[in-house]
């Protein structure tokens, strides 16, 4: 059987997107802190042939069963999280992270017998991943430790919408507690999405959507499925052995293919690809809460599709939002723009990127609300003055805070849209702060570009940028033009 491309209707999917507000899905799996190191590498041991790491800055963020509870939030979902951690100092951060997550509603069990999951990922200031070390226990769970989680876990099933099983093969599943949540879960009507580890699947038998990559998916059947053909053949034969209702084999920079009653591909979303870290946790989010919505199978498919073409295109452990979402949806149809819109860690990558290759990096910010003559005058005189230029854009919320509660008119989501969809315009980069400071110190650009209204004593960022032999740009203003004043316009029917 050979696969059919999917149709892609960006209207029908935005509409998924209003329903995963509030809705609940419970997340059992192996939780873990993910740690990346960051340094400065200018020698070589001379104890060994291997890159001294001059330590700048850590970051801890929630891994495993934890990323995809930080997706489900960063979503609009309330997850409930059920998972085991060891009595040690990991365990008690991970306990912390949770509760700085919106609306997760976690159950931890503490275990003596074992070691808090964490990755220590060691990378170059320039990104460039040199090491990972990790400290974990993969012993099965106590039997005692295993009824306490699925007493949980049953008390919880009546209250939630949709199920995940995040299995990172640390013993959580080593029995049989997969398969009676499955039961549990079907019996009661919720949609159950497993995101696997190993090559023993039987633990996952009748789940609603099995979702292995390429690699474990020839783990599983012992097989090579390099060729499509062959992909789809083991796929089919998984979904036999399991009784699942679907499997959902992610394929890196081929996308993913559906293979169920029929097979769909899906074609990868075109963007450049950072870090692949996580984004099967957010494929899991993304894909659960459309099913829990309501959603077909191949739509929830082209959602989580979309998520993990957003999420590969940042650093480290990343989620994606409604909002991210909603701005690919629109973006499927410019041709590429959304590859300009990017997070923060993204942009100082790729802007270190370019004064490496010699190019000159330049930013300026704004609302840019409604866009007029005055703006594109400003990012002209920007981009004249530079190589690239980076555009940070005010968050709603910061709009709000600075113009008041009638603004912003357009969402970030759209004004970012128009502000890739520029010429002018490198990258676009969103901040909630009232200032861009922040932003500008990550970006460390060689320009810095704001109007003629201000003085170089008022520019925010511009110490810092001369600081370091950057300049800052006064941009001339064009006259009689800005959006307060065009709303204002607006109100009293004038031209």
């Avoid at 580890?197 to 789940?207: E, F, L």
């Avoid at 690809?273 to 894909?287: C, E, K, S």
């Avoid at 854009?393 to 008041?404: E, F, I, Q, Y």
Wanted: aromatic share 4%; net charge negative; hydrophobic share 45%.
């Amino acid at each position: 059987m050979t696969a059919r491309a999917a149709a892609f209707d960006p209207a029908s999917l935005m509409s998924l997107l209003s329903g995963f507000a509030g809705r609940r899905v419970l997340c059992i799996g192996d939780v873990m802190i993910d740690r990346s190191i960051y340094g400065e590498v200018r020698r070589i041991s001379p104890e060994a042939p291997v890159p001294v790491l001059r330590i700048t800055r850590e970051t801890s963020t929630l891994g495993g069963a934890g990323n995809v509870v930080r997706n489900l939030a960063a979503l609009g979902a309330i997850p409930t999280l059920v998972a085991i951690v060891g009595d040690d100092r990991a365990g008690r951060e991970i306990g912390d992270l949770l509760g700085q997550t919106a609306d997760v509603e976690p159950y931890l069990r503490v275990s003596r017998n074992r070691e808090t999951t964490i990755k220590n990922r060691f990378f170059s200031t320039d990104g460039h991943h040199l090491l990972r070390a990790d400290r974990e226990t993969v012993t099965a769970v106590t039997p005692q430790d295993t009824d306490e989680l699925k007493r949980a876990i049953l008390a919880q099933m009546p209250n939630v919408d949709a199920v995940i099983i995040s299995d990172y093969a640390k013993g959580m599943f080593a029995g049989d507690l997969s398969t009676q949540i499955i039961a549990a879960a079907r019996a009661a009507g919720k949609p159950v999405v497993v995101d696997p580890k190993g090559s023993d699947y039987t633990r996952y038998c009748h789940a609603s959507v099995i979702t292995p990559n390429r690699g474990e998916l020839a783990e599983a059947v012992r097989a090579s499925v390099d060729v499509e053909a062959d992909l789809i053949a083991a796929a089919q034969r998984l979904r036999n052995e399991t009784k699942a209702d679907n499997i959902l084999v992610t394929r890196s920079g081929e996308g993913m293919t559906l293979v169920g009653d029929e097979v769909v591909h899906l074609a990868a979303e075109a963007r450049e690809v950072a870090d692949v870290t996580g984004a099967g946790d957010t494929v899991a989010a993304v894909l659960t809460l459309a099913l829990a919505g309501g959603a077909s199978l191949t739509d929830a498919a082209r959602l989580a599709n979309i998520a993990a073409g957003i999420v590969v295109g940042r650093h480290g452990t990343a989620v994606a939002t409604v909002a991210d979402l909603s701005a690919a949806l629109v973006h499927s149809g410019l041709a590429g723009f959304e590859q300009k819109i990017v997070d923060r860690d993204t942009a100082a990558s790729k802007a270190q990127g370019w004064r490496r290759a010699g190019l000159k990096v330049g930013f300026t910010n704004g609302c840019f609300d409604l866009l007029h003559p005055g703006h594109v005058a400003l990012l002209r005189q920007s981009r004249a003055a530079c190589d690239r230029l980076v555009v940070g854009l005010n968050s709603d919320a910061s709009v709000k805070r600075l113009k008041g509660e009638t603004r912003p008119v357009q969402t970030a989501a759209a004004r970012a849209t128009v502000m890739a969809s520029l010429e002018a315009v490198d990258l676009v980069v969103e901040f909630g702060e009232d200032t861009p400071q922040a932003l500008i110190e990550a970006l460390r650009p060689d320009v810095l570009v704001k109007g003629s209204d201000y003085t170089r004593e008022t520019v925010v960022g511009g110490d810092f940028v001369e600081s370091y032999g950057g300049r800052v740009v006064l941009a001339d203003l064009v006259a009689s033009y800005s959006t307060t004043a065009t709303i204002a316009a607006l109100k009293t029917g004038q031209k």
